[in-house]
């Protein structure tokens, strides 16, 4: 959200901080669509620290009020002249251009500061000495020039500038908020009043009066222009735009009304004549592909264009009467420069960060690498259901070569007998330290499965099976009994 602030000495653009101070944005934006502003005096100015505006009569009156608040203005009561101001506890003065609301203690309650209309904006960095008097909702993102004018300029010992410096106009940008009730928007910026006219020390008397005896079209016009210019600011803000005078080509031609029938390749044989066409295109819809029965012709030459433009006007073209006008679309030069644009930052971005972008797609690689169903995978021991089973980590499938029941030539499982389990603990044995062969805890489930200890097994006098090494421990536990 961003306001215009047209002053004698340049153009302030304000960006809003709606997020963290709601109220005191839609006070200052209402204050401004109502032309509350207009030639109201910069005052207070301090070098290097601040200036103060707002009050659309100044100190110099004596019939000042010092300025109401938008609701105040719309009510009779003289409580809504003012409001509480709320301070967010993150914003505070510590860079140039900070704007903020002028506060004073309420009167019923001392601890309790209220705003109205006059705001301030530093002038420079580290003012911290505003924080808590001085209600912070916007920065100033365009106009620093005109800060230091009013920062160099001559005052007296109140902080009044010699040589006037007012806000002649405001535009705004955005406005998010509704109208409160009783809001009338002038439909042209009001003269200043006589006893604003009063307040005046010295003038540019050129400036003042440039607008007498100027017709009523030719204000809108020059209204309508100042708005272009700011709305032009606004989206090269953004970044929509690669600079506000930015200018549309002079060699596209612009071509509508066509009938939906009419393709690229006729519009270039029946335009060529008038010159070497570099491009030829008529706009489609992005899903259906039907013609939206308008296009854009570029020629190689701007007298080309200017031929076409004087030849083809109303021409019939497959039963349609075409219109024909010059280009105003800067979507070429646009989409150019974003397209450098982002080609620039992905260079600067693979330079640093992590490894940067290149880094980033070898490692997507590998992650899609990774997560195939393989048995070369590092993903979960259990990422598929279908995996899990008594068979281990990968199931009985993919012990057959991924390739389950369905397999046709899946290698036939072959199970182990104690002499290959033997055999294959004997050399991993190998490698290892005596005392870690002697100390090895499945030396005694190696020799039950080799057979080696048979004569250790036998029957009872029933019958049943015993191994006597279990006869031994029921023994002696039968001792301990005893």
Not at 84 to 104: C, D, I, N, Q
Not at 304 to 330: P, T
Not at 377 to 390: C, I, L, Q
Request: charged share 35%.
């Amino acid at each position: 959200m961003s306001v215009l602030l047209e002053t004698t000495v340049g153009d302030i653009v304000i960006d809003l901080l709606v997020e963290h101070a709601p109220k005191l944005c839609e006070n200052f934006l209402k204050l401004c669509k109502t032309k509350y502003y207009n030639f109201a005096p910069v005052h207070s100015v301090q070098k290097n620290f601040s200036f103060q505006t707002g009050d659309p009569l100044g100190p110099l009156s004596t019939a000042s009020d010092g300025g109401s608040s938008i609701w105040g203005n719309l009510s009779s009561d003289p409580r809504d002249r003012t409001f509480p101001a709320l301070f967010h506890p993150k914003l505070k003065h510590l860079e140039r251009g900070t704007v903020s609301m002028a506060t004073v203690p309420s009167v019923s309650d001392p601890d309790t500061r209220v705003a109205g209309s006059q705001f301030i904006i530093t002038l420079g960095e580290d003012t911290d000495f505003l924080d808590g008097k001085a209600a912070i909702f916007g920065k100033v993102v365009e106009g620093f020039d005109a800060l230091e004018k009013i920062n160099q300029a001559i005052v007296d010992e109140k902080g009044y500038p010699l040589v006037d410096i007012r806000i002649k106009h405001t535009v705004i940008l955005d406005d998010p908020y509704p109208d409160p009730s009783g809001l009338r928007e002038p439909s042209a910026s009001p003269p200043p009043t006589e006893q604003q006219l009063q307040t005046v020390r010295i003038a540019d008397e050129a400036a003042l009066h440039e607008d007498d005896g100027v017709d009523e079209e030719t204000l809108e016009r020059k209204r309508r222009e100042r708005e272009a210019n700011a709305q032009a600011l606004t989206l090269e803000m953004m970044g929509d735009l690669p600079f506000a005078e930015v200018k549309p080509p002079e060699n596209v031609l612009f071509v509508a009304k066509l009938n939906p029938v009419t393709a690229d390749e006729d519009l270039e044989l029946i335009f060529g004549r008038f010159g070497k066409i570099l491009s030829c295109e008529v706009i489609r819809d992005a899903k259906t592909g039907d013609s939206l029965q308008y296009a854009f012709i570029e020629y190689d030459e701007k007298a080309s264009c200017e031929a076409a433009y004087f030849k083809m006007q109303g021409v019939l073209i497959d039963d349609r009467r075409i219109h024909v006008d010059f280009s105003q679309s800067v979507s070429r030069i646009s989409d150019i420069w974003r397209n450098n644009a982002n080609n620039k930052r992905r260079a600067n971005a693979s330079r640093g960060g992590w490894g940067g972008v290149d880094e980033l797609e070898k490692r997507r690689q590998y992650r899609k690498e990774a997560d195939r169903p393989s048995g070369r995978s590092y993903g979960m021991v259990y990422d598929n259901e279908d995996m899990r089973g008594r068979h281990g980590h990968g199931g009985a499938d993919e012990r057959r070569g991924q390739g389950g029941e369905d397999a046709d030539e899946a290698p036939p499982t072959r199970h182990r007998t104690g002499r290959d389990r033997d055999r294959d603990y004997s050399r991993k044995s190998r490698s290892r330290s005596p005392r870690r062969r002697e100390r090895s805890p499945d030396r005694r489930h190696r020799d039950w499965a080799s057979g080696r200890d048979k004569e250790r097994r036998g029957r009872d006098s029933d019958g049943r099976a015993y191994h006597r090494r279990d006869r031994d421990q029921d023994r002696r536990r039968d001792d301990r009994r005893r």
